[in-house]
């Protein structure tokens, strides 16, 4: 079942320096949200906060009721939460597969330390993952490549592997870290389409930082406009799109005038 996102007054600085101010919104539960801003506007920042790689130095972050705020990401996978990079960290040496079941290691009995072992009911719960993953590669049209060492894979497939070890973790909410960033229009067009597949499907809820407004205005239901580590307007894409404060924070005071 998809999980609510709620972040409130998240500040986060870095020796004196202020990154986030005080950022707040929510992600109900069964949305797409767009975090979107220029570079250097804090989005991978609070990105980190709420996958726990970064702690906040103020604020709250709760999924669903559960306070999350500092917790790590192991903690935080088992919460529900799984988490997409915008530079793939693959197993470059091993095959897609092999990558693809690394998504599994919260959902593993006993525990690291019993699965080494390969005793019998880590063995059978192997079994089933192995056959989760391919059916997962299958619906993200990379059941061809299950056997294929990665670093024989283009960029983009990689962002599909790396897709499928998320999903493997069967998560309540995703966060997708610039997924289209290095991709041709085709394979943007049938992200657009697998995104809007895995929301539906598997009842996920999905915050998606991008740069590609088309994948924006196409998927999400709002978007969190950040600039300079504020919160600077939240609504739709296209009134993102027209207003005036976000055309200057992207663009330049005279393009804000101008579409004024």
């Not at 079942?1 to 007054?9: G, N, R």
């Not at 600085?13 to 220029?38: D, H, N, Y």
């Not at 990558?99 to 330390?113: E, I, K, M, Q």
């Not at 499907?201 to 205005?217: A, P």
């Amino acid at each position: 079942m998809a999980a609510e996102l709620t972040i409130s007054d998240v500040s986060l600085s870095f020796g004196g320096i202020r990154v986030l101010e005080k950022v707040t919104f929510s992600a109900a539960a069964g949305t797409i949200v767009g975090l979107v801003g220029p570079n250097g506007a804090g989005k991978t920042s609070l990105f980190n906060c709420i996958s726990g790689h970064y702690a906040a130095s103020d604020g709250s972050i709760r999924i669903d009721d559960v306070e999350v705020t500092g917790s790590r990401p192991a903690s935080l996978a088992r919460h529900g939460l799984a988490r997409t990079f915008q530079h793939p960290a693959l197993q470059l040496r091993e095959t897609v597969l092999e990558n693809v079941l690394l998504g599994a290691h919260t959902r593993l009995p006993g525990g690291a330390v019993e699965w080494s072992l390969h005793l019998p009911r880590t063995a059978r719960a192997e079994k089933a993952l192995r056959a989760e993953a391919l059916t997962l590669l299958d619906r993200l049209g990379l059941g061809w490549a299950a056997n294929t060492r990665a670093d024989e894979l283009s960029h983009g497939l990689h962002k599909g592997i790396e897709l499928c070890r998320a999903l493997l973790m069967r998560p309540k909410l995703l966060l997708l870290d610039e997924p289209a960033a290095g991709l041709p229009h085709a394979e943007v067009e049938q992200l657009i389409e697998t995104v809007r597949r895995i929301r539906t499907d598997d009842d996920i809820t999905i915050v998606i930082v991008e740069h590609n407004m088309g994948l924006i205005s196409a998927i999400t239901d709002h978007v969190v406009v950040l600039d300079h580590g504020r919160k600077l307007m939240e609504g739709t894409a296209a009134e993102a799109q027209s207003d005036p404060r976000v055309i200057e924070a992207y663009l330049g005071k005279d393009a804000a005038d101008d579409a004024a």
